[in-house]
């Protein structure tokens, strides 16, 4: 690490592995549920552990980018974070937050709409919390040296997430109405501003682990990023299908939304390019591994099973079906999940000196999670498409199918089991590094020096 | 070969561009084409309440509506021509969790006036017009 105050990442990074083991608990709940084994339900029902899973992955994600940003911005703008005691201050409050929604969840107190659970006077706190976060950032960013492409196009996706969240705040009589806006977020995030912020962590990471010339990387860095752009805005269409909206929406939904893998399949053959065009190897193989195993996976979770239900006349009979599900999480893995493990992977033996890559454990770590995830995908996918034939197509009552598909529970759950002991894996690494280390400061651990060229 | 001013270009005239038409195309939805598809007019105060209920219990943690939620229970966009009010409410008032086919609901045991809230929710959201949804199932597949 070159400034003392990107240390602050280490811990945004560490908040992150204790959500994630916790979402990842909530979701063997689901998982022996579906199996019909739901023994938890007088203490924690299914939508208790829905609602604990899903914003369990939205703070662990978010709090994985403010870590990264914490990180990147110094380095790139050349210039220590303005304020490391108010980015403590945040961290905790951020924490708190997090940890007071899920509690409240446990007792009926939410706000009963998909991803957007967290009850009101909580999102006023997450909102100071986000300009607290931004507050600093965007001084950091200003103040500092340079501005290159990298740090604006991440602190671009940063400021436009927190200004989408609004409109999931605005109060409708309607249950249309509702879901319309409720798309602003959830669809404009991921589909949209957090390509941003992936593609931002994306370049930068390619820049170091690479050593292709900056130029080069952040004019693909801009294509990727207008491609998100010209397809994710108008793809939003496809959620509005059939909630009431008007059939226009089904063939610019339709169109657009089917334009959207091409921005993951640029992620994908930029990152391998870029891997191959640069001469020299890093020798922090395992965030290597990350790096481009993100941009492939989102492609394929994102892009392609993402296209494989987006056609209006497919999406008619898998709307609202476990094949959403299984798109969901290959797509939120891959394209989120692996980006924050890469970010994490690179920059742990910048914080503490400690060069612990390329240790079996990180090697098996990257590959049971992978595995374990594909194979969770399979599951949810066969689970899927029986439930689309049995309930939509043969008409069979929803509980009859359930019942039918009960079994593919089962090798969700080992696959699952795979997948965890991939992440517990990747988090023993992480706590074998210690903590950050002020001998680090001033070291980089690049190896091929900076060949960094200026904007 | 395309210059970096170019790729920059084509993201920022591109975002401009198809937000302009995204955000005069969603103002059409809601002030015109929404309301009518809907039936805005009907949304009476029962039916506001009834959403509340729906809300503030996260029934979309278990159920789908609109075809928006879990998968966990049955969708819900058209259960009140599918299973009438009489039957929602039962399930709505019970104290027992509901529990048909062994997958157990949470017992609200909702008050007779909740419960009536409930179905004027249900009953205004079935009557919506979905662009087809849910489909019909297949005659030629069915038993
Ligand atoms: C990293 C990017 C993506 C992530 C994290 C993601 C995640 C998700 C999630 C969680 C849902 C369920 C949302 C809800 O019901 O509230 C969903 C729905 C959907 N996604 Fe994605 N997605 C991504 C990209 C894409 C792309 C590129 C496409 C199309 C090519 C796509 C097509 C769809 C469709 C059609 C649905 C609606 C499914 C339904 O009708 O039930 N997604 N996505
Ligand atoms: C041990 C691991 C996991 C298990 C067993 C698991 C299981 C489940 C289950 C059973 C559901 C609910 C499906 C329903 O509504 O009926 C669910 C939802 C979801 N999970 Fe997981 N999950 C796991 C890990 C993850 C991870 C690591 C991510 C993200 C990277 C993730 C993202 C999601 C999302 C986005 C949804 C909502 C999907 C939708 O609405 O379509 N899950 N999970
Ligand atoms: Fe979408």
Known sequence: MKYKSQKVAYWFFALSMLLIVLQITYGFIMGFAHMGYDGLHEIIPFNVARATHNNLLVVWLLSGFMGAAYYIIPEESQNELVSVKLAYVQLITLALVGVTAVIGFHFNWWEGRKFLEIPRPLDYLVVINVLTFLGIILVTLFKGKKQSTTAMVLTMGLVFAALLYLPGMIWFDSQAMDSFFRWWVVHLWVEGVWELIMGGILAFLLIKLTGVDREVIEKWLYVIVGLTFLSGILGTGHHYYYIGAPEYWLIIGGIFSALEPLAFLAMALFALHMYRKGGKKHPNKIAIFWTLGSAIVSFVGAGLLGLAHTLPAVNMYTHGTLVTAMHGHLAFWGAYGMIVFAMIAYALPQLTGRKLFNNPMGLYAFWLSLIGMVGMTVAFGVAGVAQVYLERKMGLDFMVAQIEIEVHFFVLILCATMFATGVGLFIANFLKYGQPNDEAIGQENDDFGSLETSD | ?143
């Open chain 2, 1 to 143: 070969m395309l210059s970096k001013k170019q790729a920059k270009a084509f993201f920022l005239g591109g975002t401009v561009l198809f937000s302009a038409i995204f955000l005069a195309l969603s103002f059409e939805t809601v002030t015109v084409s929404m309301p009518e598809k809907t039936n805005a007019d009907q949304i009476t105060d029962a039916v506001v309440r009834g959403k509340v209920i729906w809300e503030s219990n996260n029934c979309m943690g278990c159920h789908t509506i609109l075809g928006e939620g879990a998968y966990y229970a049955p969708e819900l966009t058209r259960v009140y021509s599918r299973k009438g009010e009489s039957y929602i409410k039962t399930v709505l008032m019970a104290k027992e969790p509901w529990a048909p086919r062994g997958r157990k609901m949470v017992a609200y045991g909702l008050t007779e006036e909740q419960a009536n809230d409930a179905v004027a929710f249900f009953k205004w959201i079935d009557a919506m017009d979905l662009n087809g949804f849910p489909p019909e199932p297949d005659p030629t597949l069915s038993k």
